[in-house]
């Protein structure tokens, strides 16, 4: 069975730019979780879609949203880049019908912002 | 959220077992430990996740103590692909679906 995929997998912006990425779960996942990974913070928890809507949500500024298409696929859009958000950003698809089910990581995007 | 202690890192021979401890002394009863690994600027990788019984599959084994204080994870046969960072979670039984990171113990398998 194929694996998460995300795509672009490397990405460069400057300040002010917005971004969409993209994330397919594995076939049959209804649920996908965005991770940010940066040096500082570690891996941090932006949000969880299920069945096209958002059903968590961590404490991530409004600049950061995503949504859920009815295939399970899922786009993160950040806007008004800043240098900060230069990271990696990871998606996890689980099969969504409880908290247990076990997420399977992508291989993340790279942002690059300048 | 239940917090985890794993050493920051540690060193494993080639071929010898690597075993890799953590402490979650306020987990509650209904919560799971999980752990996963992240080799270098890759997504991190599921290994295996337990309740309270220890649990064995095609890549490790987890080792829950009794009081479910702590447990160890068993990487019987570490190869040099094992290097990477290992995080240990409890998966909260709030239903939100996130898992919470800290910051891992970096294992470094030598030859």
């Known amino acids: 069975k194929a694996g998460v995929t995300q795509t672009p997998r490397y990405l460069i912006k400057t300040r002010g730019q917005q971004v969409t990425l993209s994330c397919s779960p594995i076939s049959g996942h209804r649920s996908v979780s965005w991770y940010q990974q940066t040096p500082g913070q570690g891996l941090q928890f932006l949000f969880e879609y299920f069945s096209e809507t958002q059903r968590n949500k961590g404490n991530f500024p409004g600049r950061f949203s995503g949504r859920q298409f009815s295939n399970s696929r899922s786009e993160m859009n950040v806007s008004t880049l800043e240098l900060g958000d230069s990271a990696l950003y990871l998606c996890a698809s689980s099969r969504g019908d409880h908290w247990t089910d076990t997420q399977y990581f992508g291989p993340g995007t790279r942002l690059t912002v300048l | ?111």
Not at chain 2, 34 to 60: D, F
Request: hydrophobic share 30%; proline share 5%; with cysteine.
């Open chain 2, 1 to 111: 959220d239940a917090k985890t202690t794993q050493p920051p890192s540690m060193d494993c021979a080639e071929g010898r077992a690597a075993n890799l401890p953590c402490n979650h002394s306020t987990i509650s009863g209904n919560e799971y430990v999980y752990w996963y690994r992240q080799i270098h600027s890759q997504g991190p990788q599921y290994i295996i996740h337990g309740l309270k019984n220890n649990e064995t599959n095609e890549m490790a084994s987890l080792i829950i103590t009794e009081d479910r204080k702590s447990s160890t994870l068993i990487l019987p046969h570490a190869t040099l692909r094992d290097t990477a960072v290992y995080y240990c979670i409890v998966r909260v039984a709030s239903g939100d679906y996130k898992l919470s990171f800290g910051a891992g113990t970096t294992v470094t398998v030598r030859a």
